[in-house]
């Protein structure tokens, strides 16, 4: 099922100068990016909302060849007939990737079609940030968040790297989270587990296919305001990246192929965790206790019990 229309708010103008400074560098040199994407096959996942979408645009807009995918296929196609209507070229695919059959099918009708993907975008996701007390009615938000953000994109991946083994290159990028990076927070459970499982996975295959010439980047982001982060009302208040900023970061990956790109400061989060594990645990604690599940959160997880 998609997620019903939520209103993304704008952040407060003054989160915006702070933000440049928490933030990943993104690229800002739309010619180097057409050298590295002109003509390109760029398979993005969760291409219909969001920082999907948005990097889709800007890659098609300096000639890649832009390979959409998510469920909801009205919204795909709205995006591929702006792409289109402004020049480029894109294709829309509606595949569930948290089923495995159908991202296999996927990558084996993309081949078909396309003879190869030159980069891969790994970016379709879901969260969820609820308490483990509003969660024990709720075993699916696990299984749930473990198909999409762990067990669709090994599918997909493992069936498209036979094809970049085979052509000794490409380029995997992964939308992780900073939360993977961090000491596990209060209420993110089923999200940061599952993030963490790929993220695991992603960086030992990475050792690997870098041998077969395919370079892996992951990105961890902090706040983007998308309709993920918008049913938490106060991450909009937090210096976080537009989805303009955040395509702009997927296209430093691409150009310089980094092995991983971060927000400036979490280098010292995860050193303060290391050298004072108990006082950051006391402030994960704290920051639980002051915090709340969102509405949204509470509303899904009332109707779950009521529908038992
Ligand atoms: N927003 C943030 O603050 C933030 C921070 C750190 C990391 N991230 C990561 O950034 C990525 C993109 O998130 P976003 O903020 O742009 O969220 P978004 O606006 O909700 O977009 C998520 C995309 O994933 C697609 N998707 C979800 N489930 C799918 C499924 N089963 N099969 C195929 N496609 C599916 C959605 O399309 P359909 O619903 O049409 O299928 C949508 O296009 C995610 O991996 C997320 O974990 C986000």
């Known amino acids: 099922m998609t997620k019903p229309n939520i209103t993304i708010k704008n952040p407060p103008k003054w989160t915006r100068l702070i933000a440049r400074f928490t933030n990943p560098r993104g690229l800002n040199s739309p010619q180097k990016l057409k050298q590295a994407v002109q003509g390109k096959i760029v398979l993005i996942t969760g291409a219909s909302f969001g ?28 995006v591929a007939t702006k792409i289109i209507e402004q020049g480029g070229v894109a294709y829309t695919y509606s595949c569930d990737l948290s089923q495995p059959e159908s991202a296999k099918k996927l990558a084996s009708d993309i081949l078909e079609q396309h003879g190869h993907v030159d980069i891969l975008l790994n970016n379709a996701g879901k969260s969820i940030r609820r308490s483990i007390a509003m969660s024990l009615e709720r075993f699916q938000d696990f299984e749930r968040t473990m198909a999409i953000n762990y067990l669709g994109p090994v599918q997909l991946i493992l069936a498209l790297l036979p094809s970049m083994r085979a052509r000794k290159k490409g380029h995997i990028i992964n939308i992780s989270t900073w939360g993977v990076k961090m000491p596990a927070g209060g209420r993110w459970s089923a999200y940061q587990a599952s993030k963490g499982a790929f993220d695991t996975w992603f960086k030992s295959v990475s050792v690997e296919i870098k041998q077969d010439g395919i370079s892996t980047t992951s990105i961890y982001p902090a706040i983007v305001y998308t309709r993920m982060s918008a049913p938490t009302p106060w991450m909009h208040l937090l210096p976080g990246m537009t989805t303009d900023d955040a395509a702009h970061v997927i296209e430093r990956a691409i150009v310089e192929k980094p092995y991983d790109i971060s927000p400036p400061w979490l280098w010292s989060a995860q050193v303060s965790a290391v050298l004072m594990p108990t006082p950051v645990r006391k402030y994960m604690e704290l920051v639980f206790k002051l915090t709340k599940d969102s509405d949204a959160s509470i509303q899904s997880a009332k109707t779950s019990i009521k529908q038992r």
Request: without cysteine; charged residues 25%; positive net charge.
């Open 51 to 78: 920082i999907g979408e948005e990097t889709a645009k800007h890659l098609a807009k300096q000639g890649a060849i832009v390979l959409l995918v998510a469920r909801s296929f009205d919204k795909l196609q709205a």
